[in-house]
């Protein structure tokens, strides 16, 4: 059995290697983000690191981009967060420590639960970052970006169930996201969490309403309807949690 301890050596060694990398990463787009005061070096940290997706043949791209679309959002995310938390070094540092356990911890993962994480993770992150941004664009891209983001992370869900119609139902989903984004492109509240980092309250009603429509497919994909005690739960803490943001949390200003 001398040829398995070389193997076992190998896979410890690429391992440690994976994690040395995933961190060295995240530092280097802190350090980026701080040293240029911009996002930009981090956005082309971000991409460059996702070269492998165009390692292949051409055929293949379009799947390899379309996998690794939510990692992509939750990456300019994050460099987003860490150049508008620019006047907090803590905040910064707390922000990367996350972001590490995005990458070492979450992403990696493959059990459906975890995937489904992956995708709450993603529309919460990826709508947080646009709308911090946005409110001087157009409303058509950040339309056509809501699309994409609702796009990517229900085809992410419905893959994980192994659902047949998944490219439909996300597009549909999709464009229900595309339409709150419409509304809150031109109702953008945000809360106040660092030092110019600010929380859109789209991000986290989005993210709700996400939470509860995985909760609705799963009760239909198990008994064919939408089961009361399998959506009331849910339901309720999705309502009463957006009836306090609306009603408590909005005498503050919007962005």
């Known amino acids: ?87 907090s070094a803590v905040f910064q540092i707390i922000l990367t420590v996350l972001y590490i356990a995005w990458l070492l911890l979450l992403k990696p993962q493959s059990k459906r639960r975890w995937v489904i994480s992956q995708a709450g993770v993603g529309l919460f992150v990826g709508t947080a970052a646009l709308m911090s941004v946005s409110y001087g664009w157009w409303a058509t891209p950040v339309v056509i970006v809501m699309w994409v983001l609702g796009y990517i992370v229900a085809r992410h869900v419905l893959v994980a169930y192994k659902e047949s119609h998944f490219m439909l139902l996300s597009f549909i989903w999709g464009l229900v996201v595309a339409e709150l984004g419409w509304l809150f492109y031109h109702w953008n509240f945000a809360y106040s969490i660092g030092t110019g980092l600010m929380i859109s309250q789209a991000a986290i009603i ?50």
């Open 1 to 87: 059995m001398e040829f398995l301890r070389p193997s076992r050596r190998r896979t410890i060694i690429s391992e440690a290697a994976y994690i040395l990398l995933n961190i060295a990463m995240a530092a280097a787009i802190l350090v980026a983000v701080v040293i240029i005061q911009s996002p930009l070096a981090g956005f082309a940290l971000v991409l460059l690191s996702k070269w492998r997706i165009f390692a292949v043949r051409p055929q293949y791209w379009y799947a390899n981009l379309v996998s690794n679309m939510v990692d992509i959002f939750v990456s300019l995310g994050f460099v987003l967060f860490l150049s508008q938390a620019a006047g």
């Open 206 to 255: 989005i993210t709700l309403l996400g939470f509860l429509a995985e909760r609705v497919y799963v009760s239909i994909r198990r008994h064919g309807a939408v089961r009361r005690s399998d959506v009331l739960l849910p339901s309720l803490l999705t309502t009463s949690s957006i009836a306090v943001l609306l009603v408590i949390f909005n005498s503050g200003g919007g962005i």
